[in-house]
């Protein structure tokens, strides 16, 4: 009998000895009523009495999601998407919202994809297919700011949500890239416009200061020939009068030197000529009437010195 009993007190203290691994928190009900949770780790229950009514992971989870909406504009967007949530803490009344709002896992998992679907579709149908591209982390926000409130009533919080895929119809496709290509003809032709214009700019830009710089040395050049000219004759005024003095203090007529002068310049008429025909009038009554002229012209640079 003692045996039966001592048996007896062992099966009852390993039925009551419970373990809870890490990561999970134990709800036990009394009679179906809640009673406590138990921590992870060894645990002690009433045989018999205190049951564990479910074990509620406090890690991570995630689920994958795919789903289609329609914008504004009637077209269809087809969502790929995954949520990653967990249970907000450890405390009492979390695990008792965990434990009890939902008959089991099926319908936890369905209410809460369904809510995020509900969420993106209503935020998608305000918007145009043109814009929804653009609109990936506005609508990751606005589902998270609709939804969390949500599911705290559920003991639960939304970590995050990605959105790792939004394609539209095939023919929505099409058109899409028919828009992005021209836009891209557009812009590389303004880009082209305006370099064309740059080069444009610049080569007019490069070709007034050549010519800038072309009449400037053309000035320079003008300017320094002129001053050459009139040092040249500054030297022949300086020369004719020095050979006059000389002349005059030999006592030798002055004409002289325009005689020189006039058979000079016939010299250099046939040595430099290159062929040119230059009339001349030889006659002894022509060389006077050079000579007279010649000399008038001196005596009037002589009385303008004066």
Known sequence: MT???LFLVLA???LGVKTVQQGTIAVVTVFGKYKRVLSPGLNFTIPLVELIFKRISTQNRSVELEFQAVTIDQANVYFKSMILFSVIDNEEETIKKVAFKFI?????MQALIRTIEGNIRA???MKKQSEVLSLRREIVDHVKEQIDNVIEEWGYHLQDL????ITFDE????SMSKVVASNNLKAAAENEGQALLITKTKAAEAEGNAIKISAQAEREAAQLRGQGVALFREEVAKGMQNAAREMQQANLDTSMIMFSMWTEAIKNFAEYGKGNVIFLDGSPDGMQKVMRQMMAMDNLL???KK
Do not use: G, R, W
Not at 104 to 108: A, F, G, M, Q, T
Not at 162 to 165: A, G, M, P, R, V
């Open 171 to 174: 023919a929505v496709m099409h």
């Open 123 to 125: 935020f998608v149908a």
């Open 104 to 108: 089991d896992e099926k319908n936890l």
């Open 162 to 165: 990605q959105i790792n895929d």
């Open 3 to 5: 045996l039966i009993i």
């Open 302 to 304: 002589k009385e303008e």
């Open 12 to 14: 009852l203290i390993v």
